[in-house]
């Protein structure tokens, strides 16, 4: 029995150190478990409420003065010039079966959004502790964006598109969308597991590394940064979140392209796309679709952005740096020690 404990222990020692070896983020001492404190409002816009409150164009730019313009007149196509115009557009708006079906969901499956706001702004607030001259949002607001967004930043609010995040196959979205326009990979991002990221990436991608005009590797880089700093975030308590997540893939996509690294290098080798600037080589490497264009269609999207956080993240298991210093540190000095894995 005695030995059988041993053994036990021995394994579960051995379980441990090989984790401490294997994990992407350890040698990079990311975080200490303080927090900066920060001043973050949550807010809810739906427009049975805008109605209901008999909302006007003054209290309406008044609350939401930087959401409001953009919410109201691009996702739902709503008259702003008088408050009459505001008030028959926005009933017109609810009106439509499909919207009012939307927002009884919404409802019922966000009436409590206690766990993503704790989420949020506990990852902002290590945010702020690593780059500490950054400012973070002071409002979050959280409304139905009509299907047009996830998360978009303003300058001091980050709006959030609850609908799109009910899942690819609620019966709500495969009866209402337009096949066409959201194909089977768009409905794949719907899942509420993505939201907090995507908060989080959102305003890291556009306040702290912004795009650059370059070669593609230094944009894959760039993305590299983003998803390393969103993933450093929102490792609260020091758990880990899957990197799947990070990047908004299933755990298969991320299992390919782990599987695929080694061969995805050499491809971009062969083809010299590394220090390639053609903008449509860069959409196929970067942007969002149902795979990556160029590759196998079994492959993930976003290919280039993997291969950025698998570069940054092998400097920073072997330097011993703040991750601070990724705003100092270029796409050159990563890119030579980058050690592509098999």
């Not at 490497?285 to 492959?299: F, K, M, Q, R, V």
């Amino acid at each position: 029995m005695k030995k059988k404990i041993f053994y036990s222990s021995l394994i579960g020692l051995g379980l441990m150190l090989l984790w401490f070896t294997i994990s992407p983020l350890n040698k990079a001492k990311p975080l200490d478990a303080s927090e900066a404190r920060i001043k973050m409002n949550f807010e809810r816009i739906t427009p049975t409420a805008l109605i209901h409150a008999k909302v006007n164009r003054n209290r309406l730019f008044n609350e939401f003065p930087e959401v409001s313009p953009y919410l109201l007149e691009f996702c739902y196509g709503v008259n702003l010039k008088t408050d009459s115009s505001l008030s028959k557009s926005l009933i017109a708006f609810c009106e439509q079966d499909y919207i009012s079906k939307t927002e009884t969901e919404l409802d019922t499956r966000f009436s409590d959004l206690k766990n993503h706001k704790k989420r949020i702004r506990g990852g902002f607030s290590r945010l702020k502790n690593i780059f500490d001259t950054l400012q973070t949002p002071k409002e979050i607001v959280f409304a139905n964006t009509n299907f047009n967004y996830n998360a978009t930043c303003y300058y001091e609010s980050i709006l959030v598109g609850l609908e799109r995040y009910l899942g690819g196959e609620h019966k709500l979205i495969l009866e209402s969308l337009n096949p066409s326009d959201f194909p089977e990979w768009i409905r794949n991002g719907m899942n509420e597991k993505f939201m907090d990221r995507d908060v989080l990436s959102a305003w890291i991608s556009t306040r702290l590394f912004k795009e650059s005009h370059g070669y593609h590797i230094e944009e894959m880089i760039r993305w590299g940064k983003i998803h390393v700093v969103t993933e450093m975030c929102l490792r609260l308590n020091n758990e880990n979140i899957p990197s799947s997540e990070v990047l908004r893939w299933s755990n298969e996509q991320y299992k390919w392209a782990t599987s695929n690294e080694l061969k995805f290098w050499k491809y971009l080798m062969d083809e010299n796309l590394l220090f390639d600037s053609n903008e449509k080589n860069r959409a196929y490497l970067l942007n969002n679709g149902p795979y990556t264009i160029g590759l196998p269609e079994e492959s993930p999207d976003r290919m280039g952005q993997f291969l950025g956080y698998k570069i940054v993240l092998n400097y920073l298991q072997n330097n011993d740096i703040k991750l601070k210093k990724l705003l100092e540190i270029d796409y050159k000095t990563m890119l030579k020690a980058y050690n592509p894995q098999e």
